[in-house]
């Protein structure tokens, strides 16, 4: 949420709190001071002993140690007492006004979705449990996701085998992908059988599997033979890279990402997008609602967001762009604008706006930029 009003408020507490421990550290050393000053000058018989007394009570008196201890206590409470109304405020906010009472759901797909992605984060059990409990039929892609986490399995454990006999049923569709998947995965075959310190098995293996990818990825073969040289001591190599565990890291992250694109599922789980997307909106939106509140609005009937709500890239997506005001879908004739402010209409949008190019400039529709219309470009996605 907004974590830079937590911080401030924190920085305020401990700010208050080293003020407080630094007064009372001054007041505490100056009372020592005073009272080893009264009992050194008590140690002389020649003076009264009375008067010492009335002296240090009368300074005790002035300086009034305990308001001063008051004053700073009860400026760190007011601070501690503020913090938790602000955690409160910002960590437990009523997400519920964000919900529209109005929006269909269509409970079938939703339990489906729920159930993909348990199937897809490896959760089978929890999966089968689901869809169990809600009387839902089996998900489509339960079978094709446990394949899938069979092969990571082996692959984490250094068995390539599995992985290479998917790859290879799948090469033609690899290349139509343009993934270099299976390259990967013979190059690291080659690797564990040469630090298996089997330099023929490896040029065997070399000669038999490299050969189709001679055109495309000849220097990368040219560099997986040279660092049979140094079989004994790779890690001295000028091809110590070759140990690192990144390569492995990588070959998983792309046999996730080209499975779930060869089975019609996108790389990440659309849940997880969403949720993580609608996490991130939802600070402006709730923001959005109250002040609609306040000015007596009802949120329920807005058919579109009036304010921008910033996502990061990778929560970006335009296959298709649909104009924010015409509600029509982009096309040739009729392309996304961006005007100068960097919010985009389609073409016809901007030209009725300027009233058929009668007038140059315009209002923008979500901000109060003036738009010349003459300067709007043409986005292609």
Known sequence: MELKSIKDAFDRVANKHKLSHTKTHEIVHMLSQELDKALSLMQDTQLDHKSILVDAKKLFTDKSPAAQLDSAEKELNVALTKYPKVLEKQLNPEIAKAYRTNAEFDTHVVNQIIANFFYRQGMFEIGDCFVAETGESECTTRQSFVEMYEILEAMERRDLAPALNWA??????????????????????????????????????????????????????????????????????????????VLWDNAVRELTRQYCNLLGESSESPLSVTVTAGTQALPVLLKYINVMANKKLDWQSVEQLPVAVELPEEFQFHSVFVCPVSKEQSSEDNPPMMMSCGHVLCKQTITRMSKNGAKTSFKCPYCPTDIDSTRCKQLYF
């Open 168 to 245: 290879g049923a799948n090469s033609e569709r690899l290349k139509q992908a343009r993934s270099d998947l299976e390259m990967k995965l013979h190059s690291l075959q080659f690797l564990k059988i040469s630090q298996g310190q089997n330099s023929q098995e490896a040029l065997s293996y070399a000669r038999k599997h490299f050969a189709v990818y001679a055109d495309s990825c000849l220097y990368e073969i040219q560099k997986l033979v040279c660092s049979l040289l140094w079989d004994k001591n790779l890690e001295q190599s000028p091809y110590s890279e070759f140990l690192s565990p």
